[in-house]
């Protein structure tokens, strides 16, 4: 069995991290699930500074797009940027469908876009197909040091 | 088949493998839409439009590019850095499938922006079961950017 993976959520909606949270506990990959509101946190997070400085280098990043501070193309566009982090694949999990922010986030190195459902039963379905598809059958990047 | 219409290049040397491939593709409704290049230069000829595939257009890219690493003529690396490297081609999802364990090349297919790097199963079912889950996440959980000006209205007929 491959070990636990580390997934950072960064979302400023708390019903929806509490929502992935339910979804992920059912499933069977053991990951776990570690979360920010807003761009300027999953900076400091990624970065290990002030009260992250013990926080883990996350396996997948779960990024919503419109957050307070700092915004979800702004995070991409520093992890992209930063050599010890572009390798951490970034799933953009957004209620937009707008064309623009779809293709915005492919071109600055999304790994993938998923639209955030209205549905609940969707919304666990899209959460548990994440999962199953980054933490059961992708080779995820050496975590490094 | 309408090469402006295809959901998913398949690029892979393996005759093997790419069987495999389109079967589990067929069995889950995936595979209608399926172009298959049989060496990295092919595959490029096809994603940049030029050579035999010269009346395809920039306009209709496939939905998913599923890349094998070694192959004959360019390898798998190398289609990888140029559809990433030019503005036309870089937002096209790229799936390298490889039978490669070295964790050199999945650090390399990061660094050059591949969009997930998965090993080739040696078990055939296991190997369907990948190709399944991966064609339903990319084709049906994500979604794909679409580049051309306007809206796909040709998708209603006939």
């Known amino acids: 069995m491959k070990p636990a993976s580390d997934l950072l959520m960064v979302d400023d909606n ?48 779960i990024l919503d797009l419109n957050l307070p501070k700092k915004d979800g193309l702004a995070v991409l566009t520093a992890m992209k940027a930063a050599p010890d982090l572009r390798q951490i694949p970034v799933v953009i999990f957004s209620t937009s469908l707008l064309r623009k922010d779809i293709v915005r986030s492919y ?14 039963n969707d919304f666990f379905f899209a959460v ?15 975590r490094g040091e | 088949m309408n090469e402006n219409e295809v959901d998913i290049l398949l690029v892979d040397d393996s005759q093997e493998d790419v069987e495999l491939t389109l079967h589990a593709l067929r069995t889950e409704g995936l595979a209608n839409h399926v172009f298959i290049a049989r060496d990295g230069e ?24 599923l890349l094998d690493l070694k192959m004959p003529k360019v ?54 079961k990948v190709v399944k889950l991966l064609g339903l996440y990319w084709l049906v959980t994500n979604r794909p950017p679409i580049t051309n000006a306007t809206p796909q209205v040709a998708k209603q007929a006939p």
């Not at chain 1, 548990?128 to 050496?142: A, I, R, T, Y």
């Not at chain 2, 096809?46 to 496939?62: I, K, M, N, V, W």
Request: include cysteine.
């Open chain 2, 42 to 65: 092919e595959a490029l000829d096809f994603l940049f439009c030029t050579g035999p595939h010269a009346q395809r257009s920039f306009d209709h890219p496939p939905k998913l590019v």
């Open chain 1, 128 to 142: 548990k197909s994440m999962e199953e598809f980054w933490f059961g059958f992708v080779n995820l990047p050496p």
């Open chain 1, 107 to 120: 071109d600055l190195g999304a790994n993938c876009y998923v639209s955030k459902p209205g549905n609940l």
């Open chain 1, 14 to 61: 708390p019903a929806d991290v509490a929502l992935v949270c339910e979804a992920l506990a059912a499933n069977k990959h053991r990951s776990r699930l570690h979360s920010v509101g807003d761009g300027v946190e999953a900076m400091a997070f990624l970065n290990h500074r002030d009260k992250y400085a013990n926080a883990i280098r996350p396996d997948l990043v």
């Open chain 2, 75 to 128: 390898d798998g690396m190398q289609v990888l850095k140029q559809i990433k490297d030019d503005a036309r081609t870089k937002t096209i999802p790229v799936v390298l499938m490889t039978s490669s364990r070295e964790e050199r090349d999945m650090a390399e297919g990061y660094e050059l922006g591949v969009n997930s790097y998965i090993q080739k199963p040696v078990d055939c079912d296991e190997f369907r």
